[in-house]
Protein backbone atom coordinates (compact mmCIF):
# COMPACT_ATOMS: atom_id res chain seq x y z
CA UNK A 1 0.00 0.00 0.00
CA UNK A 2 1.15 3.49 -1.12
CA UNK A 3 1.29 5.95 2.32
CA UNK A 4 2.94 8.80 0.94
CA UNK A 5 5.23 10.05 -1.58
CA UNK A 6 7.18 13.70 -1.20
CA UNK A 7 10.66 14.80 -2.20
CA UNK A 8 12.97 17.23 -1.11
CA UNK A 9 15.77 20.31 -2.40
CA UNK A 10 18.16 20.50 0.24
CA UNK A 11 21.52 23.34 -0.01
CA UNK A 12 24.61 23.74 1.43
CA UNK A 13 22.29 26.38 3.61
CA UNK A 14 20.51 23.59 5.52
CA UNK A 15 23.58 22.28 7.17
CA UNK A 16 23.32 21.76 10.72
CA UNK A 17 19.44 21.34 10.82
CA UNK A 18 16.89 18.83 11.19
CA UNK A 19 13.61 19.35 8.46
CA UNK A 20 10.28 17.05 9.75
CA UNK A 21 8.66 15.75 7.41
CA UNK A 22 4.87 14.19 8.87
CA UNK A 23 2.63 11.84 7.36
CA UNK A 24 -0.23 9.81 8.19
CA UNK A 25 -0.34 5.85 8.99
CA UNK A 26 -3.40 3.72 8.21
CA UNK A 27 -4.67 1.78 11.45
CA UNK A 28 -3.77 -2.41 10.85
CA UNK A 29 -0.67 -2.46 9.35
CA UNK A 30 2.27 -5.18 10.22
CA UNK A 31 4.86 -3.78 8.20
CA UNK A 32 5.98 0.02 7.30
CA UNK A 33 8.73 0.50 5.40
CA UNK A 34 10.51 4.06 4.24
CA UNK A 35 12.51 4.33 1.45
CA UNK A 36 15.17 7.59 1.40
CA UNK A 37 17.26 8.29 -1.69
CA UNK A 38 19.19 11.34 -2.44
CA UNK A 39 21.68 12.21 -4.68
CA UNK A 40 24.14 13.59 -5.90
CA UNK A 41 26.55 11.95 -2.48
CA UNK A 42 29.80 13.32 -3.86
CA UNK A 43 31.28 16.41 -4.95
CA UNK A 44 34.24 15.41 -7.07
CA UNK A 45 35.42 19.21 -8.13
CA UNK A 46 38.99 19.41 -6.45
CA UNK A 47 39.38 22.66 -6.52
CA UNK A 48 36.24 23.01 -4.58
CA UNK A 49 36.53 20.69 -2.26
CA UNK A 50 40.33 22.05 -1.43
CA UNK A 51 38.06 25.09 -0.79
CA UNK A 52 35.86 23.82 1.45
CA UNK A 53 38.14 21.86 3.55
CA UNK A 54 39.77 25.12 4.25
CA UNK A 55 36.56 26.77 4.80
CA UNK A 56 36.17 24.22 7.47
CA UNK A 57 39.40 23.78 9.03
CA UNK A 58 39.43 27.25 9.55
CA UNK A 59 37.06 26.68 12.30
CA UNK A 60 39.05 24.18 13.90
CA UNK A 61 41.90 23.94 16.28
CA UNK A 62 43.18 20.76 14.43
CA UNK A 63 47.01 19.83 15.67
CA UNK A 64 48.89 20.47 12.11
CA UNK A 65 47.78 21.73 8.96
CA UNK A 66 47.17 19.76 6.12
CA UNK A 67 49.25 19.90 3.19
CA UNK A 68 47.78 20.06 -0.29
CA UNK A 69 48.47 16.27 -1.08
CA UNK A 70 46.45 15.39 2.43
CA UNK A 71 43.64 17.28 1.03
CA UNK A 72 43.65 15.62 -2.40
CA UNK A 73 43.58 12.24 -0.61
CA UNK A 74 40.62 13.30 0.74
CA UNK A 75 38.60 14.17 -2.44
CA UNK A 76 35.24 13.09 -3.36
CA UNK A 77 33.78 14.63 -0.44
CA UNK A 78 30.37 13.30 0.40
CA UNK A 79 26.88 14.44 1.45
CA UNK A 80 25.69 13.41 4.72
CA UNK A 81 22.29 12.83 6.02
CA UNK A 82 20.70 10.59 8.98
CA UNK A 83 17.16 9.50 9.10
CA UNK A 84 14.92 9.48 12.46
CA UNK A 85 11.20 8.07 12.95
CA UNK A 86 8.72 8.72 15.90
CA UNK A 87 5.71 6.55 15.84
CA UNK A 88 2.99 9.68 17.44
CA UNK A 89 4.29 7.97 21.02
CA UNK A 90 8.08 7.55 20.97
CA UNK A 91 11.18 8.03 18.74
CA UNK A 92 11.64 4.37 16.96
CA UNK A 93 15.73 5.19 16.48
CA UNK A 94 18.15 7.09 13.74
CA UNK A 95 19.74 5.23 10.94
CA UNK A 96 23.17 6.88 10.53
CA UNK A 97 24.75 5.04 7.76
CA UNK A 98 26.11 6.96 4.80
CA UNK A 99 24.36 5.08 1.99
CA UNK A 100 21.95 7.62 -0.27
CA UNK A 101 19.18 5.10 -1.00
CA UNK A 102 17.69 3.10 2.32
CA UNK A 103 15.04 1.47 3.00
CA UNK A 104 13.96 1.35 6.20
CA UNK A 105 11.75 -1.21 7.75
CA UNK A 106 9.37 -1.15 11.22
CA UNK A 107 7.67 -4.32 12.71
CA UNK A 108 6.93 -5.73 16.14
CA UNK A 109 8.94 -9.19 14.99
CA UNK A 110 11.99 -6.86 12.67
CA UNK A 111 13.38 -3.16 12.29
CA UNK A 112 16.06 -2.92 10.05
CA UNK A 113 19.54 -1.22 11.17
CA UNK A 114 18.86 1.75 13.75
CA UNK A 115 15.55 1.17 14.64
CA UNK A 116 13.70 -0.69 17.82
CA UNK A 117 10.83 -3.67 17.16
CA UNK A 118 7.41 -2.41 17.52
CA UNK A 119 4.28 -2.21 15.78
CA UNK A 120 3.43 0.19 13.13
CA UNK A 121 0.83 2.78 15.24
CA UNK A 122 -2.09 4.39 13.56
CA UNK A 123 -1.71 8.33 13.58
CA UNK A 124 0.89 10.82 12.42
CA UNK A 125 4.41 10.03 12.16
CA UNK A 126 7.57 12.45 11.93
CA UNK A 127 10.88 11.07 9.65
CA UNK A 128 13.33 13.73 10.70
CA UNK A 129 15.86 14.92 8.02
CA UNK A 130 19.06 15.41 9.97
CA UNK A 131 21.42 17.41 7.32
CA UNK A 132 25.04 16.45 8.81
CA UNK A 133 26.65 17.85 5.80
CA UNK A 134 25.60 19.23 1.86
CA UNK A 135 29.46 19.83 0.37
CA UNK A 136 27.74 19.92 -3.55
CA UNK A 137 25.39 22.70 -4.59
CA UNK A 138 22.27 21.07 -3.92
CA UNK A 139 21.06 17.60 -3.07
CA UNK A 140 17.57 15.93 -4.38
CA UNK A 141 16.08 13.70 -1.79
CA UNK A 142 12.85 11.38 -2.31
CA UNK A 143 11.06 9.44 0.53
CA UNK A 144 8.15 7.26 -0.13
CA UNK A 145 6.44 5.00 2.86
CA UNK A 146 4.54 1.85 2.33
CA UNK A 147 2.43 -0.30 4.40
CA UNK A 148 1.58 -4.30 4.34
CA UNK A 149 -0.35 -6.29 6.19
CA UNK A 150 2.26 -9.41 6.18
CA UNK A 151 4.95 -9.19 8.93
CA UNK A 152 8.62 -8.88 6.63
CA UNK A 153 11.30 -11.91 5.80
CA UNK A 154 13.75 -11.45 9.16
CA UNK A 155 17.42 -11.94 7.78
CA UNK A 156 19.25 -14.59 8.95
CA UNK A 157 22.67 -13.18 10.85
CA UNK A 158 25.82 -15.29 10.39
CA UNK A 159 26.83 -17.80 12.34
CA UNK A 160 30.16 -16.38 14.42
CA UNK A 161 31.08 -19.64 16.42
CA UNK A 162 31.01 -20.02 20.29
CA UNK A 163 33.37 -17.59 22.15
CA UNK A 164 35.03 -19.35 25.02
CA UNK A 165 32.28 -18.09 28.52
CA UNK A 166 34.47 -15.47 30.75
CA UNK A 167 34.43 -16.06 34.72
CA UNK A 168 34.42 -13.07 36.67
CA UNK A 169 37.57 -12.07 38.70
CA UNK A 170 36.59 -11.36 41.78
CA UNK A 171 38.80 -10.11 44.86
CA UNK A 172 37.43 -8.89 48.09
CA UNK A 173 38.25 -5.54 49.47
CA UNK A 174 40.92 -5.14 46.29
CA UNK A 175 40.69 -3.20 42.92
CA UNK A 176 41.30 -5.58 40.02
CA UNK A 177 42.18 -3.33 36.73
CA UNK A 178 39.66 -4.84 34.14
CA UNK A 179 40.34 -4.52 29.92
CA UNK A 180 37.13 -2.37 29.11
CA UNK A 181 36.55 -0.54 25.41
CA UNK A 182 34.22 1.93 25.94
CA UNK A 183 33.04 3.15 22.74
CA UNK A 184 31.62 0.17 20.11
CA UNK A 185 29.47 0.57 17.14
CA UNK A 186 27.28 -2.00 15.61
CA UNK A 187 25.58 -1.79 12.55
CA UNK A 188 22.28 -0.19 14.24
CA UNK A 189 24.18 3.14 13.21
CA UNK A 190 27.34 3.15 11.23
CA UNK A 191 29.62 0.08 12.01
CA UNK A 192 29.78 -3.69 10.24
CA UNK A 193 29.23 -5.65 13.03
CA UNK A 194 25.77 -7.38 14.07
CA UNK A 195 25.65 -6.86 18.07
CA UNK A 196 26.42 -11.36 18.33
CA UNK A 197 29.93 -10.60 16.34
CA UNK A 198 30.57 -7.40 18.04
CA UNK A 199 30.53 -9.73 21.33
CA UNK A 200 32.88 -12.42 19.77
CA UNK A 201 35.10 -10.15 18.49
CA UNK A 202 35.52 -8.13 22.08
CA UNK A 203 36.03 -11.57 23.82
CA UNK A 204 39.28 -12.11 21.35
CA UNK A 205 40.48 -9.55 22.35
CA UNK A 206 40.38 -9.73 25.72
CA UNK A 207 38.11 -7.78 26.81
CA UNK A 208 35.90 -8.20 29.72
CA UNK A 209 33.53 -5.59 29.31
CA UNK A 210 32.77 -3.36 26.92
CA UNK A 211 30.30 0.24 26.17
CA UNK A 212 28.07 -0.04 23.42
CA UNK A 213 27.62 3.78 22.20
CA UNK A 214 25.67 3.73 18.73
CA UNK A 215 25.32 7.03 16.55
CA UNK A 216 21.90 8.46 18.20
CA UNK A 217 20.66 5.18 18.57
CA UNK A 218 19.41 2.77 21.09
CA UNK A 219 18.38 0.49 19.65
CA UNK A 220 20.83 -2.32 19.70
CA UNK A 221 21.53 -2.43 23.19
CA UNK A 222 19.32 -5.23 24.63
CA UNK A 223 20.52 -7.14 21.86
CA UNK A 224 23.72 -6.72 22.54
CA UNK A 225 23.39 -7.56 26.21
CA UNK A 226 22.29 -10.87 25.39
CA UNK A 227 25.14 -11.75 23.80
CA UNK A 228 27.08 -10.29 26.49
CA UNK A 229 25.33 -12.42 29.11
CA UNK A 230 25.40 -15.50 26.92
CA UNK A 231 29.33 -15.32 26.50
CA UNK A 232 30.05 -13.98 29.51
CA UNK A 233 31.35 -10.27 28.35
CA UNK A 234 29.81 -7.17 30.74
CA UNK A 235 28.12 -4.93 27.96
CA UNK A 236 27.16 -1.51 29.54
CA UNK A 237 24.29 0.49 27.53
CA UNK A 238 25.06 3.71 26.16
CA UNK A 239 24.60 6.18 22.75
CA UNK A 240 26.85 8.25 21.50
CA UNK A 241 24.98 11.93 21.11
CA UNK A 242 26.09 12.80 17.59
CA UNK A 243 25.56 16.47 16.61
CA UNK A 244 26.63 18.84 14.12
CA UNK A 245 29.04 20.43 16.63
CA UNK A 246 31.24 17.53 17.97
CA UNK A 247 30.24 13.99 19.52
CA UNK A 248 30.01 12.69 23.14
CA UNK A 249 29.31 9.82 24.80
CA UNK A 250 26.82 8.81 27.07
CA UNK A 251 27.25 5.21 28.80
CA UNK A 252 23.90 3.98 31.34
CA UNK A 253 20.95 4.52 29.84
CA UNK A 254 19.35 6.66 33.18
CA UNK A 255 18.72 9.64 31.21
CA UNK A 256 15.94 10.59 28.41
CA UNK A 257 17.93 13.62 26.39
CA UNK A 258 16.73 13.51 22.93
CA UNK A 259 20.03 14.12 20.70
CA UNK A 260 18.06 16.23 18.19
CA UNK A 261 17.81 18.94 21.03
CA UNK A 262 21.10 19.03 21.56
CA UNK A 263 22.50 22.48 20.84
CA UNK A 264 25.77 24.89 21.64
CA UNK A 265 23.35 26.71 23.27
CA UNK A 266 21.79 23.89 25.44
CA UNK A 267 24.68 21.55 26.06
CA UNK A 268 26.19 21.96 29.49
CA UNK A 269 22.68 22.00 30.80
CA UNK A 270 22.16 18.82 28.89
CA UNK A 271 25.10 17.55 30.77
CA UNK A 272 24.16 18.21 33.81
CA UNK A 273 20.57 16.76 32.98
CA UNK A 274 22.53 13.28 32.21
CA UNK A 275 24.62 13.50 34.87
CA UNK A 276 22.01 14.18 37.60
CA UNK A 277 20.21 10.67 36.31
CA UNK A 278 23.07 8.77 36.78
CA UNK A 279 25.06 8.21 33.28
CA UNK A 280 28.67 9.13 32.66
CA UNK A 281 29.27 11.40 30.09
CA UNK A 282 32.93 11.10 28.35
CA UNK A 283 34.05 13.80 25.50
CA UNK A 284 34.74 11.68 22.36
CA UNK A 285 37.38 12.20 19.65
CA UNK A 286 37.57 16.27 20.39
CA UNK A 287 40.53 16.71 18.09
CA UNK A 288 40.06 14.29 15.18
CA UNK A 289 39.52 16.66 12.01
CA UNK A 290 35.64 17.58 11.76
CA UNK A 291 33.34 18.96 8.68
CA UNK A 292 33.69 18.54 5.43
CA UNK A 293 36.30 15.38 5.86
CA UNK A 294 34.29 13.73 9.00
CA UNK A 295 31.00 15.60 9.31
CA UNK A 296 30.66 16.93 13.07
CA UNK A 297 33.58 14.83 14.25
CA UNK A 298 35.61 17.48 15.89
CA UNK A 299 34.54 19.18 19.46
CA UNK A 300 33.66 22.61 18.66
CA UNK A 301 30.81 22.30 21.76
CA UNK A 302 31.57 25.16 23.97
CA UNK A 303 31.11 22.96 27.11
CA UNK A 304 31.97 25.40 30.41
CA UNK A 305 30.91 22.63 32.79
CA UNK A 306 33.72 20.37 32.86
CA UNK A 307 33.18 19.36 36.16
CA UNK A 308 30.10 17.32 35.16
CA UNK A 309 31.85 15.89 32.68
CA UNK A 310 33.26 11.90 33.88
CA UNK A 311 35.83 11.66 31.17
CA UNK A 312 38.16 12.72 28.21
CA UNK A 313 38.64 10.50 25.29
CA UNK A 314 42.77 11.38 25.53
CA UNK A 315 43.12 8.76 22.68
CA UNK A 316 41.32 7.63 20.52
CA UNK A 317 41.08 5.26 17.24
CA UNK A 318 43.80 4.12 15.50
CA UNK A 319 47.63 4.54 16.40
CA UNK A 320 46.51 6.52 19.12
CA UNK A 321 49.75 7.61 20.84
CA UNK A 322 51.54 9.23 17.97
CA UNK A 323 47.80 10.35 15.97
CA UNK A 324 48.26 13.98 16.12
CA UNK A 325 44.54 14.57 17.10
CA UNK A 326 45.37 12.75 20.03
CA UNK A 327 48.31 14.47 20.56
CA UNK A 328 46.36 17.80 20.97
CA UNK A 329 43.83 15.87 23.08
CA UNK A 330 46.13 14.67 25.72
CA UNK A 331 47.78 18.84 25.82
CA UNK A 332 44.19 19.68 26.06
CA UNK A 333 43.10 17.01 29.04
CA UNK A 334 46.10 18.28 30.81
CA UNK A 335 45.38 21.88 30.86
CA UNK A 336 41.92 21.02 32.34
CA UNK A 337 43.64 18.80 35.06
CA UNK A 338 45.55 22.02 35.76
CA UNK A 339 42.67 23.92 36.07
CA UNK A 340 41.60 21.30 38.78
CA UNK A 341 38.61 19.46 36.71
CA UNK A 342 38.75 15.61 37.39
CA UNK A 343 38.46 13.85 34.37
CA UNK A 344 39.00 10.22 33.63
CA UNK A 345 41.83 9.82 31.33
CA UNK A 346 39.94 6.87 28.50
CA UNK A 347 40.65 5.51 24.92
CA UNK A 348 38.22 5.41 22.55
CA UNK A 349 38.52 2.43 19.91
CA UNK A 350 35.42 4.09 17.85
CA UNK A 351 35.28 0.44 16.83
CA UNK A 352 32.92 -0.26 13.56
CA UNK A 353 34.38 -3.05 12.32
CA UNK A 354 36.64 -6.69 13.11
CA UNK A 355 39.63 -4.22 11.45
CA UNK A 356 41.99 -7.53 11.09
CA UNK A 357 45.44 -5.99 10.24
CA UNK A 358 44.33 -2.40 10.61
CA UNK A 359 46.30 -0.20 12.23
CA UNK A 360 47.08 -0.20 16.11
CA UNK A 361 44.79 0.06 18.70
CA UNK A 362 45.46 0.86 22.36
CA UNK A 363 43.65 -0.48 25.46
CA UNK A 364 41.79 1.06 28.59
CA UNK A 365 42.06 -0.64 31.45
CA UNK A 366 39.29 0.04 34.66
CA UNK A 367 40.68 -0.37 38.13
CA UNK A 368 36.91 -2.40 39.02
CA UNK A 369 36.03 -2.71 42.75
CA UNK A 370 33.84 -5.93 43.09
CA UNK A 371 32.24 -7.74 40.70
CA UNK A 372 32.19 -6.66 37.05
CA UNK A 373 29.19 -5.05 35.96
CA UNK A 374 28.07 -2.04 34.21
CA UNK A 375 27.38 -0.40 37.14
CA UNK A 376 30.92 -1.38 38.37
CA UNK A 377 32.14 0.08 35.11
CA UNK A 378 30.26 3.25 35.65
CA UNK A 379 31.65 3.35 39.00
CA UNK A 380 35.03 3.12 37.81
CA UNK A 381 35.21 5.73 35.25
CA UNK A 382 33.54 8.17 37.82
CA UNK A 383 36.48 7.60 41.04
CA UNK A 384 38.89 8.21 37.89
CA UNK A 385 40.34 4.51 38.22
CA UNK A 386 41.79 4.09 34.49
CA UNK A 387 45.16 4.02 32.34
CA UNK A 388 45.29 3.57 29.02
CA UNK A 389 47.96 1.86 27.35
CA UNK A 390 49.65 0.63 24.18
CA UNK A 391 49.79 -3.13 24.74
CA UNK A 392 51.54 -2.96 29.07
CA UNK A 393 49.67 -4.10 32.07
CA UNK A 394 50.09 -1.44 34.74
CA UNK A 395 49.92 -1.74 38.69
CA UNK A 396 50.74 1.86 40.19
CA UNK A 397 50.25 2.64 44.07
CA UNK A 398 51.55 4.95 46.80
CA UNK A 399 52.19 3.65 50.72
CA UNK A 400 52.48 6.02 53.36
CA UNK A 401 53.49 3.39 55.76
CA UNK A 402 50.11 2.81 56.78
CA UNK A 403 47.98 3.00 53.51
CA UNK A 404 48.26 2.56 49.70
CA UNK A 405 46.31 5.05 47.37
CA UNK A 406 45.80 4.12 43.62
CA UNK A 407 44.96 5.48 41.04
CA UNK A 408 41.72 8.18 41.24
CA UNK A 409 42.72 8.17 44.57
CA UNK A 410 43.02 11.94 46.60
CA UNK A 411 45.85 11.77 49.12
CA UNK A 412 47.87 14.54 51.60
CA UNK A 413 50.98 16.09 50.57
CA UNK A 414 54.05 14.00 52.42
CA UNK A 415 56.78 11.63 51.14
CA UNK A 416 55.70 7.97 49.81
CA UNK A 417 56.63 5.04 48.35
CA UNK A 418 56.09 4.83 44.80
CA UNK A 419 55.60 0.83 43.35
CA UNK A 420 55.11 0.60 39.25
CA UNK A 421 55.05 -3.25 38.26
CA UNK A 422 54.75 -3.29 34.22
CA UNK A 423 54.47 -6.11 32.04
CA UNK A 424 53.40 -6.98 28.14
CA UNK A 425 49.85 -8.04 27.50
CA UNK A 426 50.82 -11.14 25.49
CA UNK A 427 47.84 -11.02 23.31
CA UNK A 428 49.12 -7.59 21.98
CA UNK A 429 49.44 -8.29 18.19
CA UNK A 430 51.71 -5.27 17.70
CA UNK A 431 55.64 -3.73 18.31
CA UNK A 432 55.54 -2.10 22.14
CA UNK A 433 58.46 -0.73 23.80
CA UNK A 434 58.32 0.92 27.44
CA UNK A 435 61.82 2.63 28.21
CA UNK A 436 61.14 5.11 30.94
CA UNK A 437 58.22 5.78 33.39
CA UNK A 438 57.84 9.74 34.03
CA UNK A 439 55.60 11.00 37.47
CA UNK A 440 54.43 14.59 36.62
CA UNK A 441 53.09 16.75 39.23
CA UNK A 442 50.72 19.57 38.99
CA UNK A 443 53.55 21.74 40.06
CA UNK A 444 56.06 21.16 36.88
CA UNK A 445 57.87 18.96 38.40
CA UNK A 446 58.75 15.95 36.93
CA UNK A 447 60.68 12.71 37.88
CA UNK A 448 61.57 10.32 35.24
CA UNK A 449 63.20 6.43 36.02
CA UNK A 450 64.33 3.79 33.43
CA UNK A 451 62.67 0.78 33.50
CA UNK A 452 63.23 -2.76 32.82
CA UNK A 453 61.37 -5.19 31.37
CA UNK A 454 59.60 -7.03 34.03
CA UNK A 455 61.10 -5.07 36.53
CA UNK A 456 59.15 -3.43 39.56
CA UNK A 457 59.93 -0.31 39.76
CA UNK A 458 59.97 0.75 44.11
CA UNK A 459 60.89 4.49 44.61
CA UNK A 460 60.95 7.00 47.30
CA UNK A 461 58.80 10.07 45.97
CA UNK A 462 57.93 13.80 47.66
CA UNK A 463 54.12 14.87 47.00
CA UNK A 464 55.18 18.58 48.29
CA UNK A 465 52.01 20.99 46.76
CA UNK A 466 48.10 20.07 46.48
CA UNK A 467 46.73 19.33 42.70
CA UNK A 468 47.68 16.11 41.38
CA UNK A 469 50.60 13.81 40.12
CA UNK A 470 50.04 11.27 37.25
CA UNK A 471 52.03 8.15 35.76
CA UNK A 472 53.32 8.16 32.02
CA UNK A 473 55.42 5.31 30.23
CA UNK A 474 57.13 6.26 27.76
CA UNK A 475 59.08 4.61 25.07
CA UNK A 476 58.18 3.02 21.11
CA UNK A 477 55.28 1.67 19.29
CA UNK A 478 55.56 0.05 15.99
CA UNK A 479 58.92 1.88 16.07
CA UNK A 480 58.20 5.27 16.45
CA UNK A 481 58.92 7.34 19.59
CA UNK A 482 55.80 7.92 22.13
CA UNK A 483 53.95 7.48 25.10
CA UNK A 484 53.48 3.60 25.63
CA UNK A 485 50.57 4.54 28.64
CA UNK A 486 49.12 6.95 30.11
CA UNK A 487 47.26 6.88 34.14
CA UNK A 488 44.49 9.16 34.70
CA UNK A 489 45.94 11.11 38.04
CA UNK A 490 46.04 10.58 41.75
CA UNK A 491 44.95 13.76 43.59
CA UNK A 492 46.57 15.97 46.60
CA UNK A 493 45.18 17.98 48.95
CA UNK A 494 47.34 19.74 51.50
Not at 25 to 44: F, M, W
Not at 136 to 146: A, F, M, P, S
Not at 211 to 218: A, F, G, I, M
Not at 268 to 286: C, M, Q, S
Request: contains cysteine; proline residues 4%.
Amino acid sequence: MDIFSSTLKLYPKDNKTHIKVSFEVPDGLKTLTVRTAYSPKYEYDEEKCIRLIDEGLSKQDIAAPLTREQKRRCVPLANHIAWSLYDGEKTLGTEHRHKPDQTHTVSEVYSSNGFIKAKPLGGKWNLTVSVNGIVTDYIDVLIEVKGYDEYPEIPKNPYYGEAKIQSQCVEENKIVWQRVEMHCHTVASDGDMQPEELVQNAIKRGYKAICLTDHNTVSNVEETKKYGDKYGLVVAGGIEWTTFWGHLTVIGGNSDVNWMDITPQNINGLIVKAREHGDIVTLAHPKRIGSPICVGCHNRLPITNWDYLTSYEVWSHYNPSVSPANIAAKREWISLLDKGYKLCALYGYDWHAPDEGAPCYAYTYLGIDGRLSEQSVMDAVEAGRSYITMGYEVEVSLWDGLKTYEIGDTLATGEYTLNVKCRKAKDYPYESNLEKIAVLFSDGREVEFEYKDGSIVDRKIEVKKSGYLRLEGRGSVEGKDSDVFIASPMFVKE
